[in-house]
């Protein structure tokens, strides 16, 4: 009795602890998602060559996008570390995709060889959260795996 | 701007957002930072470079600097959540073989 008391109490804790390292499970939609302004995001900062009030309505859609998966994103539950991660990439201040479309729209036009550069930084910030959710994918693939293979 | 220098200024304000947030997952996600500021160090030659050929304003290459910042940020983000899944995947197998044990010795 004593025993299996002592075995429960120790499984309790142990779950109790396990609250701090929960992550929300791959997500097919919010991958998708991250993909698709990925792609939307590197073809539009093509156009900066030109002025950008040419493309004011382009960038106004893709800054909507953004702020539905924000918004997504952030309803989660366990989801933090993504959330953070699109909260750097949307943020005007910062000098990721946000801040390029901001400063495009304060220079007006942005030269070729700056515009390179700059999807090069934006290229590698939404890959880093497309891994992150495919990774999820990869863990929840492992679970499975060994689930399988011990019962 | 001496590029070992940036180099060290970015390492530093590394270390202080990991330690703010993320303090439990240093030791894990050190050899990968190490490995992404040699990668920013070869961007800031080419883009010091640019800058002293024309190709770059100062402004370009101020945004630019912040910008790789921010990315070594958004890095930073992306090695604690990789480091929690693996943390979560060994907790997963180790609730297992707590609840294996349990139902073999108790019932």
Redesign the interface.
Known sequence: ML??SL??A??TL??M??ES???AVFDQYAYQEAISIKVESLNLMDEAVASYSEHEDDVQTLLLDLQKILEYEKNKPNNE??F??WQ??TDKE???LA?FLE?WKVDSQ??N??IG??K??VT??LD??I??EA??NK?NE??IL??LS?N | MDIEELIKLLKEELLVVLGESYGEYKKETKADIEAFLTLSKVKLERWTNLLQSGELTVEDYEWLLVSQKDLLILNALHQAGVSKLRLGHLKNKIIKTIVNTVITVVI
């Open positions: 025993r299996s075995y429960i120790v499984l142990f779950l602890s396990c390292i929960k992550t570390v993504s953070a991660m750097v990439v910062r000098n990721l801040g400063r942005l030269s060889v700056f550069e700059a090069g930084q590698q910030a880093l959260i891994k992150y990774n999820k863990t492992t679970n060994n689930f011990t």
